[in-house]
């Protein structure tokens, strides 16, 4: 049975014939938007997750067209989520984001937003990041910030984010940045809450491997259990949500999607 969110909650699903399509995609959408940020004399604000996918993406944003064609100095980067480890460490969003992107690219580095790991608790890590989000956005007590773009994933699990399943902060409501301990990585991590995601002007997801096929599916297309599928809190977004998924990633998928 088809879920009736699939075709009229504005979810656009996309199956590509491999990871590197699924990335192309990627990078024309964020080529597309930054482009028309800079037309528009608006900032660009964007917010990276981390894991494996988006290293495809980020060589491609580095290298031509795409390196000549976006306005860098227009966007700032800020992160979905990090894990407790030093900026250096292998594990970092931020350093691959640093190696992959920033570095080759040249953006300055006061319009990259790493989330702090080093010198403080995690908690004190995530209450900072909120403030940061708070002042870069200009907002007011209350508000959510609305990102230009969210480049978001989703784990085997059904995480995004740093909100994996049966965690509490798939429920948080009030605050827009929080830490917790994750059993299932054993480790810290700091994630952009719920209400941050469902916020975006728009969000991609980018979703590779015949290892993440059973849950995609239960994602797009099973009845709502976000406490068991935290990426199903996307069925919630105010703005436009993009899959981008590879033939191996949606094999199991029931609906008719566009193959592009
Ligand atoms: C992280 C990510 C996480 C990631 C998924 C998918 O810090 O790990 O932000 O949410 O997007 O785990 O990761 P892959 O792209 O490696 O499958």
Redesign the pocket.
């Known amino acids: 049975m088809i879920s009736p969110h699939t075709s009229d909650s504005g979810v656009i699903v996309h199956v590509k014939q491999s990871p590197t399509g699924v990335a192309l995609d990627a990078a024309a959408a964020f080529q597309r938007l930054a482009q028309q940020a800079a037309a528009m004399g608006v900032p660009f604000r964007v917010g990276l997750?981390?894991?494996?996918?988006?290293k495809l993406l980020y060589g491609l944003l580095a290298s031509e067209p795409f390196k000549s064609e976006i306005a860098w100095d227009n966007i700032s980067f800020f992160f979905?989520?990090?894990?407790f480890v030093a900026h250096d460490h292998p594990d970092s969003?931020y350093k691959l984001a640093n190696d992959e992107l920033f570095s080759k690219v040249g953006v300055n580095s006061a319009s990259v937003f790493p989330m702090p790991t080093e010198g403080m608790t995690p908690g004190e890590a995530a209450a900072q990041y909120e403030a940061t989000i708070r002042t870069e956005f200009g907002l007011e007590d209350g508000d959510v910030p609305e990102f230009d773009l969210l480049f978001?994933?989703?784990?085997?699990d059904g995480?995004?984010?740093?909100l994996f399943p049966h965690t509490a902060l798939i429920h948080e409501q009030e605050r827009l940045v929080a830490a917790h301990y994750v059993e299932k990585v054993a480790s810290h991590?700091i994630t952009l809450t719920p209400n941050v995601l469902t916020s975006a002007r728009e969000a991609i997801f980018?979703v590779t491997?015949q290892g993440?096929a059973p849950v995609l599916k239960q994602v797009l297309e099973g009845e709502e259990n976000v406490n068991e599928y935290p990426s199903q809190l996307m069925r919630g977004a105010t703005g436009r949500v993009v899959w981008l998924v590879d033939k191996a990633a949606a094999f199991q998928l029931e609906a008719e999607y566009p193959h592009t």
């Open positions: 997750s981390g894991g494996s996918t988006p979905v989520d990090e894990r969003n978001l994933g989703m784990g085997d995480h995004t984010a740093s991590r980018t491997g993440k």
